[in-house]
């Protein structure tokens, strides 16, 4: 019993949230901290800004399949006149665009443990709009849009033909549990 619970422990891995946002890391400092990531038990990164630094996308994704790790891919934007309605996907579809495209080739797939679709419940400029983060409209706008946005960013995986690629919406509930989303179902 001993035994098989630390080959259980050493089987355990975790993830972790790097911010690369507004600062292109060198790539010794990028895969340094990979590594250091690695050999701390990590094998999964989900990167805050990733869309930020096209330039070093092929660095890091030969340095996640050499240490056997995997991205989330966030995709996350919203503008100022962001409301949770279909009309809001296009500039995000085009924010990420290449990103989508580099992610979703053959060479890259392996290393996409999945993609994190932001639902920015949290961000009070998007929330008053709807009056308020709990209202019925906020409810019933999150819920049409939630459909749409999954539905945009799968179909624009399987158009590069990533079709097992993951989507999982990111939703915050508040700190203290006082955000109310509605089933996303």
Same mark, same amino acid.
């Given at each position: 019993?001993?035994?098989?619970? %630390? %080959? ?44 930020? +630094? ?15 790790? %995997?991205?989330?891919?966030? +995709? ?12 809001? +996907?296009?500039? +995000? ?13 053959? %060479? ?64 915050? &509930?508040?700190?203290?549990?006082? &955000? ?6």
């Amino acid at each position: 019993m001993n035994l098989r619970n %630390q %080959q259980h422990k050493k089987q355990m891995r975790y993830g972790a949230t790097l911010a690369l946002e507004g600062a292109s890391c060198p790539h010794e400092q990028l895969a340094r901290l990979l590594e250091q990531m690695h050999q701390a038990g990590f094998n999964t990164v989900n990167f805050y800004g990733l869309e930020q +630094i096209p330039a070093q996308w092929g660095e890091v994704f030969r340095e996640l399949a050499r240490l056997n790790m %995997q991205a989330v891919v966030r +995709i996350e934007e919203y503008g100022p006149d962001f409301s949770f309605s279909r009309q809001d +996907i296009p500039l +995000i579809l085009e924010r990420y665009r290449a990103l989508l495209d580099f992610v979703c080739l053959p %060479q890259h797939r392996g290393q996409v443990a999945y993609f994190a679709l932001n639902m920015p419940v949290d961000d009070g400029a998007v929330t008053a709009r709807l009056g308020g983060v709990n209202t019925p409209l906020s409810r019933e706008r999150q819920k049409e849009y939630a459909s749409a946005f999954v539905s945009a960013v799968r179909m624009e995986t399987h158009r590069r033909g990533f079709q097992s690629a993951r989507l999982y919406l990111s939703v915050f &509930y508040g700190w203290d549990g006082t &955000y109310h989303v509605p089933g996303y179902a």
